[in-house]
């Protein structure tokens, strides 16, 4: 008899997961903060920002910039994404082992669904253009429903969207925002070590397996009873 927790579909976040677009981003801030004659912010700084949205994107560079009483949170939004519209993709890169670990999963039997912060208009280019969308059965965006992670309604919609229990499903991601929203959805949820994690790691993140590479994904999601009926 088959566990009902066994899973046949997993979710799978984009930035810090399956691709490095922290060098895209901050080319987009640093073009952005120039438009309103400020320098640059480190990369570092920058990619501490990634994971909660564009809006906290911005509105946290704003801040670190010391411009945030001077310029309209909606005009630098606008100014950001014409920039990113530019530099999406076009310096990062898809992290080693995600495609190969991504063609097992389906060679397996498994469904995945892309659940991102990221708005559809630069997610789903991004994933065509890498390569990425070939091995991905769903896109939900930041913007596809009213909420984004950490809520767990973006997990759930993607659950529905591949005809999916959530409790036969499983959230793979890099951040504290991955690891809160697949709690809140009753999920569990495997961190990739080379992310975005933020400060103290991803070994500082209370998940339920740290991954080196998407590669090990496969073994490591059957290893825990986490299979399909492939």
């Not at 801030?29 to 700084?45: E, I, K, Q, Y």
């Not at 793979?172 to 994690?197: E, N, W």
């Not at 400060?199 to 998940?207: I, K, N, P, V, W």
Request: aromatic share 6%; glycine share 10%; proline share 6%.
């Amino acid at each position: 008899m088959v566990a009902s927790n066994h899973c046949n579909a997993v979710l799978i976040d984009l930035d810090g997961t399956m691709v490095d677009t922290a060098p895209d981003i901050a080319a987009a801030v640093t073009c952005m903060l120039a438009d309103f004659g400020v320098a640059p912010l480190s990369f570092d700084r920058v990619t501490g920002f990634i994971g909660n949205g564009v809006p906290n994107l911005v509105r946290r560079s704003l801040e670190a910039a010391g411009i945030e009483k001077r310029v309209a949170i909606e005009r630098a939004l606008l100014v950001f994404e014409q920039h990113y519209a530019n530099t999406n993709g076009r310096v990062g890169r898809v992290f080693p082992g995600v495609m190969d670990g991504l063609r097992e999963l389906r060679k397996r039997g498994y469904r995945s669904a892309c659940v991102t912060n990221k708005p559809h208009a630069l997610a789903a280019p991004l994933l065509t253009n890498t390569g990425l969308a070939a091995y991905l059965d769903v896109l939900v965006a930041g913007d596809t429903i009213a909420s984004m992670k950490p809520s767990p309604e973006p997990l759930w919609h993607a659950c529905r969207l591949l005809d999916a229990d959530p409790g036969r499903c499983a959230l793979v991601g890099d951040s504290p925002v991955d690891v809160a929203a697949a709690r809140a959805a009753g999920l569990p949820v495997f961190i990739v070590k080379y992310g975005y994690a933020g400060q103290g790691g991803a070994d500082a993140l209370h998940c339920d397996g740290l991954i080196d590479s998407f590669e090990a994904l496969p073994a490591i999601l059957a290893a825990r009873g986490l299979m399909t009926h492939a």
